[in-house]
Nanobody, 115 residues
C-alpha cells in the first residue's frame, strides 16, 4: 500500500510559479514511476507528466517547456515545478503511481491561476 500526500498549491497570478510536492510512503519509492495529473472543473482528469524510476520525464504538450518534474528518492518525494502559469492551468493537481497491487492517488492540491 502506497500513500501519497500532495502540497504546495495555491493562488498565483498569470506568469507566476509554484512548486508542488508529493510525499510517498514506502521503502521502494525509488522503483516507482510517478505521475502528475490534473483535473479542471467540468473536465476529465488529464496526465500532466511523469518521471520514471531512472529519472526520465515526459510531459503533456500543453505544459512542455513550462513544467518540470523531479524526484528526490532520499525524501520519497516527487516535485512538479510550474513556471509561466496560465489561467488554463487552474485545476486540482494529483500525484499517482501504480504497482502490482493497485493504483494510488493523493488527495489533490488546488492550483488557481488568476489575476
Amino acid at each position: 500500500q502506497v500513500q501519497l500526500v500532495e502540497s504546495g498549491g495555491g493562488l498565483v497570478q498569470p506568469g507566476g510559479s509554484l512548486r508542488l510536492s508529493c510525499a510517498a510512503s514506502g521503502s521502494i519509492f525509488r522503483f516507482y514511476t510517478m505521475n502528475w495529473y490534473r483535473q479542471a472543473p467540468g473536465k476529465q482528469r488529464e496526465l500532466v507528466g511523469l518521471i520514471t524510476s531512472g529519472g526520465s520525464t515526459n510531459y503533456a504538450d500543453s505544459v512542455k517547456g513550462r513544467f518540470t518534474i523531479s524526484r528526490d528518492n532520499a525524501k520519497n518525494t516527487v516535485y512538479l515545478q510550474m513556471n509561466g502559469l496560465k489561467p488554463e492551468d487552474t485545476a486540482v493537481y494529483y500525484c499517482n503511481t501504480r504497482d502490482s497491487h493497485g493504483e494510488y492517488w493523493g488527495q489533490g492540491t488546488q492550483v488557481t491561476v488568476s489575476s
